[in-house]
């Protein structure tokens, strides 16, 4: 190829490519106003989706109710207009970008693009305004509107819990239910006030709402409990005391102080009036009464239980309180008897005035016995009353028996000391007697001066009891004192006494046995001579020791009691 050829070449190459580089060029320019066309269309639609006319519309409805408003509302209303001719403007330049756009006019169209963002960013502008300031007359609206939307969701929750409450509602369910429709008209009428622009009535109507439903959410969660009571455990309460009070006047039981009848009266005709309230399905003061009407009827139940106890106890106690003034008759007598016959012995203090008093007072309690006793058999009065009336005499009643009872024990004691005496006298002047008798029958060949004297301080010891046995008044202090004394004088007197003889016969029974070893073996004939002599002089102790060492002498595997058992 020549170089003519080359360069005609790389021309035309050149061009094309300058071509090509002018196509694209072209293209990018043509897409791009394509873009800009299509995003002021786009700011054009967003402008006219805004519901300004309806907004409007709304705050001029609402407006003529107030005018300070109205005049504001006037204000933005002009600017609407105006708004409104600048976006007829902007669509017209829409129209003509559209159809320069399609007569490939670019230039023109670029020019036509300029004019309409600006007249675009002045429509937004004024639309934004206009929108912001509208925007505080269906805030109100939406507020409102949202409440409703949650009073609603509530409501229809009451209303299935009402449904599946029906039978624990009983006779107020027709009342829920009624309160139920007139939140529901309620309901109605909040969303006929939003619509025509009365949000005050409308929220007005929304505040009734909730309070109903208030008192209607209230109203469920009490009455299932007030209907139990005024249908179901007041009534068996109710018929419960009535039984009980018929079988009462069958036992004859005195009831007229409990006033069943006008009770129970009083109670019906209440519960008619609070089942009237239920049953519109109000509170009032119900839950309240039902308190009071258990509590008065377990109150007349509990009154009768425990007049028909005393009915039945009371023969028992009458019978108690004849026991008890029977027994403290006796008592009487008995001291009345004993101080007569004991107050010189014992130098009693002066019971005379007592009793007086005291035969007086049971003379008074058979009495009242007596006047208890009518009560009872008339059936005049309250069991309860007539059993009260019984257990006070039987408390005044032990209360004297009681003292009498202190003095009896006290003569008891005073006779129980003297017999005491006496019976110790005999056994003390027995045993002397019997100390005595053994000293001698056992002949024993010298016995210590302490026994004799011991003897004679035992002797003068019953002449001194026998003395104050005889004293008028009896010193039974002194009396006692000195028979404990005696007590153990003679017992430890009987007790050497018997230790001095039973030595005695130990020594005698050891020299016996050791006499038939004296002959074989001389130092057993000295020991046990040794030992006779200490038996002899008294020396019981000693010469006891000396026969049973001398044994051991002789048998020392041997120990000494195993002698004496031999001899």
């Known amino acids: 190829m020549t170089d003519q050829m080359r360069l005609i070449l790389i021309i035309a190459l050149a061009v094309v490519a300058l071509i090509l580089v002018l196509i694209i060029v072209l293209n990018t320019r043509k897409s791009n106003l394509k873009k800009d066309v299509d995003e002021l269309q786009v700011r054009y639609n967003t402008i006219k989706t805004i519901p300004i006319a309806f907004k409007i519309n709304k705050a001029q409805a609402i407006a003529k109710r107030n005018a300070q408003t109205a005049d504001k509302v006037k204000v933005y209303y002009d600017k609407y207009e105006e708004a409104q001719k600048n976006i007829d403007q902007f669509s017209d330049f829409l129209e003509n970008i559209e159809d320069e756009f399609a007569a490939k006019n670019y230039s023109e169209v670029r020019e036509l693009l300029i004019s309409a963002k600006q007249k675009a960013e002045e429509c937004e502008k004024e639309i934004n305004e206009i929108d912001k300031f509208l925007e505080e007359f269906s805030e109100e609206e939406t507020i409102l509107r949202e409440n409703s939307a949650k009073l609603k969701e509530k409501f229809l929750k009451l209303k299935y819990y009402t449904n599946n409450s029906a039978s624990a509602l009983s006779i107020a369910l027709p009342g829920i239910e009624k309160k139920i429709e007139i939140v529901e008209e309620l309901f109605s009428q909040s969303e006929e006030f939003i619509f025509t622009n ?3 009535s409308a929220k007005g109507a929304l505040d009734r709402i909730n309070k109903n439903i208030l008192d209607i959410e209230k109203s469920l969660l009490a009455l299932p409990e007030l209907v139990a009571d005024c249908k179901g455990v007041i009534p068996a309460l109710f018929d419960e005391v009535n039984r009980q009070y018929a079988l009462s006047r069958q036992r004859g039981v005195y009831t007229d102080h409990l006033k069943i009848d006008e009770e129970l009266k009083n109670i019906d005709q209440a519960l008619n009036e609070d089942l009237k309230v239920i049953s519109v399905g109000d509170l009032g003061n119900v839950k309240e009464h039902n ?30 309180v004849v ?7 006796g008592l009487h007598n008995y001291v009345s008897k004993s101080y007569e016959i004991e107050k010189e012995r014992f130098g009693l203090e002066d019971m005379d005035a007592y009793i007086k008093d005291s035969e007086k007072a049971i003379n008074d309690y058979q009495a009242s016995y007596i006047a208890l006793n009518g009560n009872i058999t008339d059936n ?5 009353e007539l059993m009260s009336e019984a257990n006070a005499l039987l408390n005044e009643i032990k209360q004297t028996k009681t003292e009498l ?19 110790q006298l005999i056994k003390f002047t027995a045993v002397l007697n019997e100390v ?32 104050l046995l005889n004293e008028i008044p009896l010193n039974l202090p002194l009396l006692n004192q000195t028979l404990d004394e005696t007590i153990q004088f003679i017992d430890r007197f009987y007790n050497d006494a018997n230790n001095i003889v039973g030595m ?22 000295r020991d046990l001579s040794r030992a006779e002599l200490s038996y002899l002089n008294g020396e019981y102790t000693k010469a006891l020791t000396m026969a049973i060492a001398c044994m051991e002498k002789l048998f020392p595997n041997r120990k000494g009691s195993n002698y004496l058992e031999n001899a």
């Open 198 to 200: 009365d949000y005050e």
């Open 291 to 320: 308190k009071a009407y258990k509590e008065k009827l377990n109150t007349l139940l509990s009154s009768l239980r425990e007049e028909n106890k005393n009915f039945q106890e009371l023969k028992a106690k009458s019978d108690e």
């Open 323 to 329: 026991s008890a003034i029977q027994e403290t008759k």
């Open 380 to 384: 005049s009065k309250a069991a309860s």
């Open 405 to 423: 009872g202190k003095y009896k024990a006290t003569f008891d004691k005073n006779t129980t000391d003297e017999s005491r005496a006496k019976s």
């Open 436 to 467: 005595e008798v053994k000293v001698s029958e056992y002949h024993l060949p010298a016995i210590a001066d302490r026994y004799k004297d011991d003897l004679l301080e035992g002797r003068n010891r019953i002449g001194k009891i026998k003395e």
């Open 504 to 525: 005695a016969i130990m020594v005698e029974n050891a020299i016996v046995f050791g006499n038939k070893y004296r002959s074989s073996h001389p130092e057993v004939e």
